[in-house]
């Protein structure tokens, strides 16, 4: 059974920063394609950053520069480094995984965790 555990969420200010964590279990963060999602109030879910079995990343054009995926395969941990916060980078913060090896842009992500929220104030 998968099991992503995220952690790391909380409330700064703008220009602050945040390392979000994910924890695995029942599946292998050096396999395949991994990413973070996140959702603001009203609004759809939106793909943030992804990693894939080759360390390739992918970033959402709105946190490009700001924000590092990264994962330490030996502790099976997805990281996601969160700088130069704004008060638009507030949502519910979800890691995912695929069963796919690499990210692409219609990759499916069959595997979630619960999200860990992050608020940013201005």
């Known amino acids: 059974q998968v099991q992503l555990v995220e952690s790391g969420g909380g409330s700064v200010e703008a220009g602050g920063s945040l390392r979000l964590s994910c924890k695995a279990s029942g599946y292998s963060i050096r396999r395949g394609c991994v990413g973070w999602f996140r959702q603001a109030p009203g609004k759809e879910r939106e793909g943030v950053a992804s990693?894939?079995?080759?360390?390739?990343?992918r970033y959402a054009e709105s946190v490009r520069g700001r924000f590092t995926i990264s994962k330490d395969n030996a502790e099976n941990t997805l990281y996601l480094q969160m700088n130069s916060l704004k008060p638009d980078d507030t949502g519910l913060y979800f890691c995912?995984?695929?069963?796919?090896?690499?990210?692409?842009?219609?990759?499916?992500?069959?595997?979630w965790g619960q999200g860990t929220q992050v608020t940013v104030s201005s």
């Open positions: 990693i894939d079995r080759n360390d390739s990343t």
């Open positions: 995912a995984a695929s069963d796919r090896l690499y990210c692409s842009v219609d990759v499916a992500f069959g595997y």
